[in-house]
């Protein structure tokens, strides 16, 4: 049973940083796609950053320059370090992933697995 399971966020003040986690388990695809999401109050949830198995990351236009993802695959865990936060960036961010190598990494609807949720706040 595939679980992911997310940690690291927290209430930053703008310009503040954080380092989210997200632990996979359960997971033995040799390709896939991984990505981390967001939704805000009222919103829909919005691709922040993804990364494939055939080396492909993706940024939102919104958090280029600012954002990272990564993988460390021998501790099964998904990053995403977050920099020079606005309160625009507050919002749940969800971590998520789906079999296979190609494919658009930011679309919500193209992924399985989801975790349950990390809570980022930014305030000014």
């Known amino acids: 049973q595939v679980q992911l399971v997310e940690s690291g966020g927290g209430s930053v003040q703008v310009g503040g940083f954080l380092k989210l986690s997200c632990t996979v388990s359960?997971?033995?695809?040799?390709?896939?796609?991984m990505g981390w999401f967001r939704q805000a109050p009222g919103k829909e949830r919005e691709g922040v950053a993804g990364?494939?198995?055939?080396?492909?990351?993706r940024y939102a236009e919104s958090v280029k320059g600012r954002f990272t993802i990564s993988k460390d695959n021998s501790k099964n865990t998904l990053y995403l370090e977050m920099d020079s936060l606005k309160p625009e960036d507050t919002g749940m961010y969800f971590c998520?992933?789906?079999?296979?190598?190609?494919?658009?990494?930011?679309?919500?609807?193209?992924?399985?697995?989801w975790g349950q949720g990390t809570q980022v706040t930014v305030s000014s």
């Open positions: 359960g997971y033995t695809y040799s390709t896939y796609r």
């Open positions: 990364i494939g198995s055939d080396g492909r990351i």
């Open positions: 998520a992933a789906v079999q296979g190598a190609l494919g658009t990494l930011l679309v919500p609807s193209r992924y399985r697995d």
